[in-house]
């Protein structure tokens, strides 16, 4: 949603028109941002990062678009928390298992995303995820969680992704096949305190957080980048969408204390309800990061009765 006094142009995204800021990088680029001119922007450290990631022109079912999406300044924070793993299997699909860390115990993660300078203009995000086993996988859960983990690549199942700015739900409902809707949503993330609220339709707390940001590690542009993988069905179809994410100031805390998650009423509250959480056991702060954002591929995932 566009601030009050920011004025905007319409835009078609197959048949669904949205509002972007005038003058923005989507107005001005539809995706073919220019690199340079992003490399100005005093909020951006470097853009080296997706120099090295040429995009694509790929059809979708919100018609043409490049990919990857690229996020040349975010921010974020991950709160990874044990759950049961009867409680994460009841709200996956029948072809998607939970990754155990012991038996009978899952993850579950609850993520605020504040992005700053990207493709599609500023927005904020949440998201209540769950890490699942890789859609081919064998029978030992334990090796892909010490594959997971050595790469620094994990698999997850998203529950909620509410954001802040129609073509954000547009591009990630229609287009990727995330759970998004649109609700006011802020986010603020700095080397001190990070604190998030996600509103319902009515306009009170459907989750909110607050916590000290852990000490911060700068990490020069392609030393520390992740990957993950989420799952998706599109019209009835398998799909794996991968993400890279390129953190540039980043810490952690174990156990971490003086933690506030706040549930109230709405769909994200719901769902983290729902996986009956036990224990918070990581917190993990970006205050500066970059991501790049690939369009879903087709993927062949095991058909169970």
Wanted: aromatic residues 8%.
């Amino acid at each position: 949603m566009p601030t009050t006094h920011q004025a905007t142009v319409e835009v078609d995204l197959a048949g669904r028109t949205v509002e972007v800021p005038r003058d923005g990088l989507f107005d001005r680029y539809r995706m073919n941002t220019d690199l340079d001119e992003v490399a100005r922007d005093p909020r951006v450290s470097g853009v080296d990062f997706f120099r090295n990631l040429p995009k694509t022109e790929v059809e979708s079912p919100i018609g043409p678009t490049l990919t990857p999406n690229f996020y040349y300044r975010m921010s974020s924070t991950r709160l990874t928390v044990l759950a049961r793993s009867r409680a994460i299997r009841s709200r996956l699909p029948r072809e998607l298992a939970p990754l155990e860390v012991a038996p009978g115990i899952g993850l579950m993660s609850v993520i605020f995303f504040r992005y700053d300078v990207c493709d599609i203009d500023f927005y904020t995000e949440a998201a209540v995820g769950v890490a699942v086993r890789p859609a081919r996988h064998g029978k030992l859960g334990f090796v892909d969680l010490l594959a997971a983990l050595k790469n620094d690549h994990l698999d997850s199942y998203v529950l909620s992704l509410p954001v802040n700015t129609d073509i954000a739900q547009v591009r990630g409902h229609d287009g990727y096949g995330f759970p998004k809707w649109v609700t006011e949503l802020d986010v603020d993330i700095d080397g001190s305190r990070t604190t998030a609220r996600v509103a319902n339709d009515a306009g009170e707390t459907d989750v909110a957080f607050s916590a000290p940001t852990p000490s911060q590690t700068r990490y020069p542009s392609g030393e520390r980048v992740s990957g993950l993988t989420s799952y998706t069905s599109i019209n009835g179809a398998w799909h794996s969408t991968f993400s890279q994410t390129n953190a540039l100031s980043a810490g952690s805390t174990s156990f971490p204390r003086d933690v506030d998650l706040q549930l109230g009423r709405g769909r994200m509250s719901d769902d983290v309800r729902s996986l009956k959480p036990i224990r918070t056991i990581r917190l993990d702060v970006i205050t500066e990061g970059q991501l790049a954002l690939h369009m879903p591929v087709p993927h062949s995932v095991p058909t169970k009765a």
